[in-house]
């Protein structure tokens, strides 16, 4: 068993930012972020072990009135793990999660990014010169955001521009095969 606990502190004179509508970087001001990391690892027996991992962080802009001093897409909590068989030769695999929970798009809260928790599963058979494997990535079908912002647009029909969350979709379900040759 391993465990790992970190209670720590990060503060920034300067937050940098990236504005996706010029496509640059700008500066936002002094932040702090003040956050709890826990991660346990076990193994269970000589072929099976699991992971956990756990993130919880407050993040802030500094010198703003309370309610509009959130960092824009700052985590506040994030989560991995996973339970994994592995021999040297036959039957391997695992299956594995992320999770990041929402959190806000903008500085004031009113937008806010979409969490997720999305399932991958593998099953591989080893022989010493070759390796056969089915992966399956967000196995459980979830609907989820990958990239997202909060950017203004509008459209040709619109009178006034809106500020909103703009996204690329998470993969949907996915299997895919594997043959891969040791040498």
Do not use: C
Not at 139 to 145: D, G, I, R, V
Not at 157 to 182: D, W
Request: proline share 5%.
């Amino acid at each position: 068993l391993f465990l790992n606990l970190a209670a720590w502190y990060l503060y920034l004179d300067q937050e940098f930012v990236y504005n996706g509508d010029d496509a640059n970087v700008e500066p936002s001001g002094k932040t702090r972020r003040q956050g709890l990391d826990i991660i346990a690892r076990y193994q269970f027996s000589k072929y099976i072990f699991g992971n956990l991992n756990i993130n919880f962080t407050n993040p802030k802009a500094i010198g703003l009135p309370k309610g509009e001093n959130y960092i824009p897409l700052a985590p506040t909590t994030t989560s991995t793990g996973g339970l994994f068989y592995k021999a040297i030769e036959g039957f391997n695999g695992g299956m594995s999660y992320r999770l990041i929970k929402d959190r806000p798009a903008n500085e004031d809260g009113s937008i806010t990014a979409k969490g997720y928790f999305v399932v991958d599963a593998s099953l591989n058979y080893t022989r010493p010169k070759y390796e056969l494997g089915l992966a399956v990535e967000n196995l459980l079908n979830t609907k989820w955001n990958e990239a997202q912002f909060a950017t203004e647009s509008r459209l040709k029909n619109e009178p006034v521009s809106v500020t909103e969350l703009h996204f690329t979709p998470g993969i949907p379900f996915f299997a895919r095969v594997k043959f891969a040759v040791f040498f």
